[in-house]
C-alpha cells in the first residue's frame, strides 16, 4: 500500500468549512488592499510622471520604499513596531490590508505610468487643439486609453496579492494558510490540509487567468 493511501482524504470534508472561513479573509483582503491600491497607485503613478520635483521626489521614495522591501517585514513593521509609535494596537485583519494595499500600490503606480506613458503623445496633443484643459484632456482622452491597457497588468497584480496574504498568517490575520494551520496542528493531519489549501490557491488562480485572458482577448479585438 502506498504512503499517500495511509492518508484520511475524506476527513478534509470536516474542516471544508474553516478552509472556507479563511478562504473568505484571503479574499476580502486581497479585494479590498487591491482597492487602496488601485487609488494610491494612480496617485503616485501619476505623481512619477508629474514636473512638480517635490511630488515627484514623494511618489518615487513611496514606489521604491515598498518595492524594495518584503511584504513580509512590512507586515511585521506595521502589526508589531507602528503600534508603539502611534500608542495603539492595529487590528489584524485592519494591518493585513493596510499591508497589501500599501504593497500593492506601489507596483500599480508603475503599472499607471507605463500604461500613461504609453499613449501617443500626440493624443494630448489633439485634446489641447480641441480647446480641452491638460486636466480634461488627461480625464477624457489619456486615461481612458491607458486604463484598458492596465487591465492585464492589475489583474497580474491581484494574483500577487492574493499569493501574499499568505504571508499575512504571521500577523494573525484569518486568511487561508492561518485557518490550516490551526487545522493541521489541532488534527495532525498536516499532508491531507496543506494538500487542500495548495488546491484552493491553484483553482483561484488559475480561473482568475482564465478571466484575465477572456478580458484581454475582448480587448484587443
Known amino acids: 500500500m502506498s504512503r499517500l493511501a495511509q492518508f484520511n482524504w475524506l476527513g478534509v470534508i470536516d474542516y471544508i468549512p474553516a478552509l472556507l472561513q479563511g478562504l473568505y479573509y484571503t479574499l476580502l483582503v486581497s479585494v479590498v488592499g487591491l482597492v487602496i491600491g488601485f487609488v494610491l497607485g494612480a496617485i503616485f503613478g501619476l505623481g512619477r510622471i ?3 520635483k517635490i511630488v515627484y521626489g514623494i511618489s518615487t521614495a513611496y514606489i521604491e520604499l515598498l518595492r524594495g522591501t518584503p511584504v513580509l517585514v512590512q507586515a511585521i513593521w506595521i502589526y508589531f513596531a507602528l503600534p508603539l509609535i502611534i500608542g495603539f494596537n492595529i487590528p489584524s485583519l485592519t494591518a493585513g490590508i493596510v499591508v497589501i494595499g500599501l504593497n500593492s ?3 500599480i503606480a508603475e503599472i499607471v505610468r507605463g500604461a500613461v506613458q504609453s ?3 500626440g493624443q494630448m496633443e489633439a485634446g489641447r487643439s480641441l480647446g480641452l484643459s491638460q486636466h480634461l484632456t488627461m480625464r477624457y482622452v489619456i486615461w481612458p486609453q491607458a486604463f ?3 487591465i492585464p497588468p492589475l489583474g497580474n497584480q491581484f494574483i500577487i496579492s492574493i499569493k501574499d496574504t ?3 498568517s504571521v500577523i494573525l490575520v484569518p486568511e487561508l494558510i492561518f485557518q490550516g494551520r490551526l487545522v493541521a496542528s489541532n ?3 498536516a499532508v491531507e ?3 487542500t489549501v495548495a488546491i484552493f490557491y491553484l483553482v483561484i488562480t488559475l480561473t482568475l487567468s482564465k ?3 477572456i478580458m484581454e482577448k475582448r480587448l484587443t479585438h
Open 105 to 107: 500600490g506601489a507596483y
Open 148 to 150: 484598458k491597457r492596465m
Open 166 to 168: 499568505s504571508l499575512l
Open 193 to 195: 490540509i496543506y494538500t
Open 187 to 189: 488534527h495532525f493531519n
Open 211 to 213: 478571466v484575465l485572458n
Open 119 to 121: 499613449v501617443e503623445k
Open 50 to 52: 508629474s514636473r512638480n
